[in-house]
């Protein structure tokens, strides 16, 4: 089966992200490599959307950035993706948009079309252990 993926022409005007997607800038999307788990405190999967997790700096000049969650740091660097990422978004389209439309058959007529919204081609990297910082002045 074929699916439709669209990349927008880019225009004159910077394109916004959508809100939902962490972004460091307005026209960039960069990935964030953790190692471990993140938790976040909730008693229903809804309750952790939009929720304040940590404050994230970023030293462009050094690429350095540094998270801090809570009372622990975490240093890490900005390192280039080796293959870009592209993220994608389904084209609604009045289907089940929990089906991914992968019927062999249906090669003429695809039904869902897809909009890479945005490149990936760089990425934070977290790979030490955090640092406890009670005690330390803000």
């Known amino acids: 089966m ?23 800038s307005h026209d960039e999307l960069v990935l964030i490599e953790l190692q471990g788990a993140l938790e976040v405190e909730c008693t229903s999967d809804g309750e952790r ?41 389904r084209i609604a389209d009045g289907a089940d948009p929990d089906a991914m439309d992968c019927d062999p058959d249906d090669v003429a007529t695809p039904t869902a079309s897809w909009d890479a919204i945005a490149i990936v081609k760089r990425k934070i990297v977290f790979s030490k252990r955090p640092m406890p910082i009670v005690g330390r002045p803000s």
């Open 49 to 89: 959307d939009g929720r304040l997790v940590g404050r994230l700096c970023i030293d462009e000049s050094a690429k350095k950035a540094t998270l801090t969650i809570g009372h622990h740091l975490l240093e890490g660097k900005i390192a280039p993706l080796p293959k870009p990422l592209a993220v994608l978004q």
């Open 2 to 24: 074929i699916i439709p993926v669209n990349f927008p022409i880019p225009s004159t005007s910077t394109a916004k992200l959508p809100p939902a997607l962490a972004k460091i």
